[in-house]
């Protein structure tokens, strides 16, 4: 399985990006699909994640209310809509899928390359 992240680019803050992790095989409703973010000299942390099979979303405190994490189920896809954007949000942002929720990067496997958030001020 490869997860291939897509949508990043560079805003202004306040503006608004829109984006994908394609699984180039199917993902299974016991699958919790994770969004993490790494900025530069920082530990890869959570953003948001998702349950495949009920939709239930999660997310943490610092993109709550800004971030919207939803799923195509019929084209393997995640989403994640990124809005309000702010300067602290600028990281290479990652998606992977886990078998359980978990707020732990270590959880997740199948790490695609990212994509790349920068956000100016």
């Known amino acids: 399985v490869q997860l291939q992240a897509s949508g990043g680019g560079s805003v202004q803050s306040g503006g608004s990006l829109r984006l994908s992790c394609a699984s180039s095989?199917?993902?299974?409703?016991?699958?919790?699909m994770g969004w993490f973010r790494q900025a530069a000299g920082k530990e890869r942390e959570f953003v948001a994640a998702?349950?495949?099979?009920?939709?239930?979303?999660y997310y943490s405190d610092s993109v709550k209310g800004r971030f919207l994490i939803s799923r195509g189920t019929a084209e393997n896809t995640v989403y994640l809509q990124l809005d309000k954007l702010k300067p602290d949000d600028t990281a290479i942002y990652y998606c992977?899928?886990?078998?359980?929720?978990?707020?732990?990067?270590?959880?997740?496997?199948?790490w695609g390359q990212g994509t790349q958030v920068t956000v100016s001020s």
């Open positions: 992977g899928r886990g078998n359980g929720l978990s707020y732990s990067h270590k959880e997740y496997r199948h």
């Open positions: 998702i349950r495949w099979g009920t939709g239930r979303a």
């Open positions: 095989g199917r993902i299974f409703s016991s699958h919790v």
